[in-house]
């Protein structure tokens, strides 16, 4: 295989930084290798969670009745080209990431291809640890309403964010809205964006494949 594999995304447990702060994220288990009789040892765990923890997916179900669940997203949809827009130099906690900031990424590596994955890298990651700075009482970086409308004239898969959402919540949900209206995804909580090139890579979006599920936990790689 030629390609080199990128992991963008971060690791669940019962600590990891979530919108209200409890994740909601068990894994107990049942059955251990002590409880076996040799040569069969087993582990037997069970997991509970919320499905918008974590690296994950929101469908457009997620705010829009009637639209497209996790298991109705085609795999065309979520294996795609993938553009890394940066703007952790000017990324700080009160920063919208608005329309110029995808004009003067297009004006150096030319107009965003249609059915492209977009992740915006602000840089927020680098709190993950730390979760009280993570969450910040909302505030971190996020995308105008404007910049939203902009990447759908694009005709964009789906758009990330290395941040809890791409809205604080402040103004309410307006990229939620749009996007997901507009029958794309979103994906939030993404690791590790800043190892993609700005253009060239894939990105393979896989969600746990949840019937009627409207948010689900993914794996994300990029292929580089």
Known sequence: MNQKLVDLTHTLSSLIPTWDGNCGFTLTTHTDYKDCTLPDLFRVQSIQMNAGIGTHIDAPAHCIPDTKTIEQLTLDELVTNCIMIDISTKADENYLIIPSDVEQFE???????????VIFYTGWEKHWHTKEKYINKHNFPAVDISTAKLLLERN?????????????????????????????????????????????????????????????????????
């Open 107 to 117: 004006k150096e590596h030319g107009t965003i291809p249609a059915d492209s994955f």
């Open 156 to 224: 964009i898969a789906g758009l990330g964010i290395d941040t809890l959402s791409a809205d604080t919540g402040k103004n309410g949900f307006g990229v939620h809205q749009v996007i997901l209206g507009a029958g794309k995804y979103l994906v939030e909580n993404i690791a590790n964006a800043s190892i993609l090139p700005a253009t060239g890579s894939q990105i393979g979006v896989f969600p746990i494949k949840i019937e009627d599920g409207t948010e689900a936990p993914i794996r994300l790689v990029g292929f580089l």
